[in-house]
Structure formats: structure tokens, C-alpha cells
């Protein structure tokens, strides 16, 4: 997987500007469980995910958790050179959920093309502009919806990303992505295996009625 | 007040560019209560407010409201302009605080600019991912902070953004602010009343200790 598979302006950048970001780019594997980045001061770079998967998320002074999105392949994570952008300033901490496999291109390298090319400047516009969307869209769950609907959209959407429906995930990691207590998950888990909707043993959510999680995640 | 105190970068851009903006522009008044903009499909172009006070916010289904955040003299709102930019869509309202004195850059004539110029394009990203900081401080605000600091930061801002400690805010609007029911912004008032933090009357909130709220909001 090259550069130009992520950036889907890359035949309009120069050969100069083609050939400044491919000679920067450097791969970095990261095991599940590294925390790539964390906070607003360190300056990883611009991470592109190859393969794998990122989670961002906002922690609380004492370690509470919530998931702000997913980096999938493809991705481009432009948190990890939050220090290339003026305006940028949060502390949000990046981890690989699965064994990930990334090309990494420095923030000043990043930069200094950025500042000379409206194509690159204006497709960065648009990856930020999806981030500022989804986390709008977090702000109006976390608001508005019921703890049942979002537990219900996250298993759905779990069993999405792993394309089965058995998850092998415990009830605390499901709080840190919802931010919620991992007693008010279990007990949501259970009244959802008494209606039928999952099957629960160790360590594992078997989801029975995929339909039915997405109708009530969808009210 | 002309479009170059708008925009840093102005004297980056071409001749052609600056005339491209400063004829497309036009000016705009909104009396306090006008909504300016609604929902994620108009395109009302990019407001540059020259005077004035809006406020951008998300609603639940049953009319519920939360600030996202507020926009000020010399500040620029993407958000009327969205429809220019690929991966944002939201449904945020934009309504006007104060009368508001505003100019238009209508969202084509923005977008085929910064579509050929870096300077711009740099320069919207700076102001795109200044609303990301300010809406992910929020989901830190919502996910950590008990409701009594929330709305100590909040009469604290309001007392600085109308220069004075009397406020002329009612209970509802403040809930309207800060996602909450009426009934548990009275509350809590009334226990800051009884703190000696604030003095309550009809239709007003005079902020008594400064300090002491500026401290509780911090903590």
C-alpha cells in the first residue's frame, strides 16, 4: 500500500511534493494495547493506518474513558500531528485496539507541503471536517439517547467491525468506550439476555438478534 | 470592518482572489432571536460577524438544546457554510444572541477560492480545528464535570462576555446552554444562592463572588 491509496488527490500534487512525502514516510508497527500518542504535546507525526485499527479517546483526572472514533485502514490520523495545526489543542490519547500496521510521515514534513499545496490543504480540511462531524454526532448521543440505545448501537456496530457476532470483549472496556461505569454495562447486558437480544458468558457477548439491537439503537 | 481583518493571510492571496471575495460579500443583519441557519442541507454561506453574538447549538428530537459554542466579533462560522465542504454534515442550529451585524461569503464563491489557494485553505483548517478542540472540551466537560462546576464556568463566561456581574438570563435558557432541565439549573442556583456565590431575583443572577466560582468551575 502506497501513499496515493490515501490520498485521493495525490496525481495533483507536484513531483516535488509527491516525492517530499514519499521520502518521509517511514512504517511503524504497533502491537494491540500501544498507546501510539497521548495528550497535545507530543508530536508523533501523521499516522496512516495500513492495516489494524486505532481507538481515540478522552480520559477523565481519574481514568475514566470514552471513545471519540475509530481508525480503520485507510484512515489517516491527523491527531498524532495535532502539533502541525495552530487552533489544534486537546488531550486525547490513540491506541491500537488490533495489531496495526502504519505509515508515518513527520508533522513538519506534513506541514511544509500542506502550506505550499491547496490540494493537500483542502483535502485535510475535509478529514478534519469528518472528525468535527463525528464527535458532534458523540455530543448529541451522549446528550440525548438513552444508555440502552447507545449500548445497543455499540454492540451492532462492534459485530460490524469484527464480522461476527460473537465479541470477545468484557463489560469495563465496553464503559471506557461509552464512558459509563462497568456495573451500569453489565446490568443493561443483562436486562438485554433476559429479552432475548444476547447471550453472555466469559468474557464474550454472543449477540442473538442483530435486528433488534439495531431497531433500538435506531429509535 | 473589511474582509482583510477576517482573514490573516489576506495579503497571501492573489489580486484576483481578494476582488473574487470582497464582491461576492455582502452584508447581513440579524436582530437577537433570529435563527441564521438550521440543520445540515441550507447553505447560507460563510458568516464573518462583524458585531454581534451568535450561538451554534444541537437539539434533541423533543427540543432539547445544548451549546456547542458562541461566535464573536471578528470570529467566522463554517457551520452556515458547510455544504461547501465534503464530510461535514450535522444538524446544528445558529441563532443570534444579540443583534448581529454580519458579512456573507457566499459558500460557492469561499470554496472555488480555497480550492486553488493554500493560504486559505491553511487558514480554514486552523478555524475548522479550533471548533474540534472546542467540541471535544466539551465532551470532557459533559463526560467529567459534575453539573455545580458546569454551571459556574458557565455564569463566570457569561459575566465576561457581558462585562458586569448582573445577568439578565433565565433558568431555562441557561439549561438550554448546558443541556439540562430547568428545574436542576433552579436547584443548584438556589444552592449557590445559599453559598452567598450568587443573588437571585426575578428574570436576573447577580454574581456576588467571582473568585469563588472561577475556583469551583476550575476544579
Redesign the interface.
Known amino acids: 500500500m502506497d501513499l496515493s491509496e490515501f490520498f485521493p488527490m495525490w496525481n495533483k500534487l507536484t513531483d516535488t511534493e509527491r516525492k517530499t512525502l514519499a521520502d518521509s514516510a517511514y512504517c511503524r508497527t504497533f502491537s494491540k494495547g500501544d498507546t501510539l500518542h497521548r495528550g497535545g504535546t507530543e508530536c508523533t507525526g501523521l499516522v496512516l493506518v495500513k492495516s489494524g485499527q486505532l481507538r481515540a479517546y478522552?480520559t477523565?483526572?481519574d481514568g475514566?474513558e470514552?471513545t471519540?472514533y475509530r481508525l480503520f485502514e485507510r484512515d489517516m490520523c491527523l491527531l498524532s500531528a495535532?502539533c502541525m495545526?495552530?487552533?489544534?489543542?486537546?488531550?486525547?490519547t490513540l491506541t491500537a485496539e488490533k495489531d496495526t500496521e502504519a505509515l508515518v510521515i513527520p508533522a513538519e514534513i506534513y506541514k511544509s507541503v500542506?502550506?505550499?499545496?491547496?490540494p493537500l490543504?483542502?483535502f485535510?480540511?475535509?478529514?478534519?471536517?469528518?472528525?468535527?462531524?463525528e464527535?458532534?454526532?458523540?455530543?448529541?448521543q451522549?446528550?440525548?439517547k438513552s444508555f440502552d440505545r447507545r449500548l445497543a448501537a455499540f454492540l451492532a456496530e462492534e459485530s460490524a467491525i469484527e464480522n461476527g457476532n460473537v465479541l470477545k470483549i468484557t463489560h469495563e472496556i465496553i464503559g471506557n468506550h461509552l464512558?459509563s461505569p462497568r456495573e451500569v454495562v453489565t446490568r443493561m447486558l443483562k436486562y438485554f439476555a433476559d429479552e432475548g437480544l444476547v447471550r453472555l458468558s466469559r468474557g464474550t457477548i454472543e449477540i442473538l438478534d442483530e435486528e433488534a439491537l439495531r431497531t433500538l439503537a435506531d429509535k
Open positions: 478522552t477523565s483526572q475514566k470514552i471519540l495535532s495545526m495552530k487552533g489544534i489543542q486537546f488531550s486525547v500542506m502550506k505550499e499545496s491547496a490543504a483542502n485535510t480540511n475535509e478529514v478534519i471536517a469528518s472528525r468535527l462531524t464527535t458532534m454526532w458523540l455530543i448529541e451522549i446528550m440525548w464512558g
